[in-house]
């Protein structure tokens, strides 16, 4: 029946001149198509996707309307919407607290509430951007004497003594490439001291 509507309407544009109206008709609906998929979904439609609604539209009579409807009926869209409802200035708050342990200021809240609506940023991305910031490392850079004190802590425990001149390197280990108390026993469990004692 659809070849049969298809064919009486291509040989009407022939005699009216031409394919331009057919074709105009179905540029139209596939602009619909890609409108709603875009606006509700936040994508384009696949191949079938765009020939499984063309075929609405002209055996069903559907509307941009009806395909927007029918949408925001799947799963994909559900799925969605969750993501944009997730509040901003809640999930900013909440980043702040955890890595900063304070309440944002109002250009950070802006800043990162501004990245996450307009450039798509998750939970985690604001919390990677804070873990990155000046005030972050400044808030977690240790000291010298608290550097010698985790070398101290993992000499203690895998060689059973204090450190010695030797140990300077692990200090430095610890603030500038950032290695726990665990980094250095680990080091100085494949040490020649540590295996001739073991």
């Known amino acids: 029946?659809?070849?049969?509507?298809?064919?009486?309407?291509?040989?009407?544009?022939?005699?009216?001149?031409?394919?331009?109206?057919?074709?105009?008709?179905?540029?139209?609906?596939?602009?619909?198509?890609?409108?709603?998929?875009?606006?509700?979904?936040?994508?384009?439609?696949?191949?079938?996707?765009?020939?499984?609604?063309?075929?609405?539209?002209?055996?069903?009579?559907?509307?941009?309307?009806?395909?927007r409807d029918d949408l925001r009926n799947r799963s994909d869209y559900s799925r969605n919407s969750q993501r944009k409802v997730q509040d901003p200035d809640r999930v900013v708050r909440r980043a702040y607290e955890d890595i900063l342990h304070r309440e944002p200021d109002a250009d950070g809240l802006r800043l990162y509430g501004s990245r996450m609506i307009d450039q798509n940023w998750s939970e985690q991305d604001v919390r990677a951007a804070l873990r990155k910031s000046p005030e972050y490392r400044q808030k977690n850079a240790m000291t010298r004497e608290q550097a010698e004190e985790v070398v101290r802590r993992?000499?203690?425990?895998?060689?059973g003594r204090e450190p010695d001149a030797g140990s300077r390197g692990y200090v430095d280990h610890v603030l500038r490439d950032h290695w726990s108390e665990g980094d250095v026993a680990r080091e100085l469990r494949n040490s020649d001291e540590y295996r001739s004692k073991h």
């Open 1 to 67: 029946m659809r070849t049969k509507a298809l064919w009486a309407l291509m040989v009407g544009a022939v005699l009216l001149g031409g394919f331009a109206a057919p074709l105009e008709a179905s540029s139209q609906q596939d602009k619909a198509i890609i409108r709603a998929f875009e606006d509700v979904l936040d994508r384009q439609p696949t191949d079938r996707e765009l020939r499984r609604y063309r075929d609405l539209m002209y055996d069903e009579h559907w509307t941009e309307r009806d395909i």
């Open 154 to 159: 993992a000499y203690e425990s895998v060689l």
